[in-house]
Nanobody, 120 residues
Framework: QVQLVESGGGLVQAGGSLRLSCAAS????????MGWIRQAPGKEREFVAA????????NYADSVKGRFTISRDNAKNTVYLQMKSLKPEDTAVYYC?????????????WGQGTRVTVSP
């Protein structure tokens, strides 16, 4: 059974930092793209960042470039999203997702989400 379990969300003031984690289990993800999608209240899901488990370039939404960093720890089967200089508009539920090709709102596997709230 494939599981993606997110953690690390919470309440933070604008300008602060958080690190989200996504622990993956249940299959081999070595050929998968792992990433983060977020959904703000009343808005559609939005791509945030992605990384191929086997390595290679990372991809970021323009809105988070220079502030967020996606990384992975193969030994721990965990993907991270380091978020810095957080803004109120980063408030959303952040979902970890995995797909053989690319991470989008049609990704094959999803976590349950972790909520991030950024206060002004």
């Amino acid at each position: 059974q494939v599981q993606l379990v997110e953690s690390g969300g919470g309440l933070v003031q604008a300008g602060g930092s958080l690190r989200l984690s996504c622990a993956a289990s249940g299959r081999t993800f070595s050929n998968y793209v792992m990433g983060w999608i977020r959904q703000a209240p009343g808005k559609e899901r939005e791509f945030v960042a992605a990384i191929r488990w086997s390595g290679g370039p990372t991809n970021y939404a323009d809105s988070v470039k220079g502030r967020f960093t996606i990384s992975r720890d193969n030994a721990k089967n965990t993907v991270y999203l380091q978020m810095k200089s957080l803004k109120p508009e980063d408030t959303a539920v952040y979902y970890c997702a995995a797909d053989p090709n690319f991470v989008s709102d049609t990704a094959l596997y999803w976590g349950q989400g972790t909520r991030v709230t950024v206060s002004p």
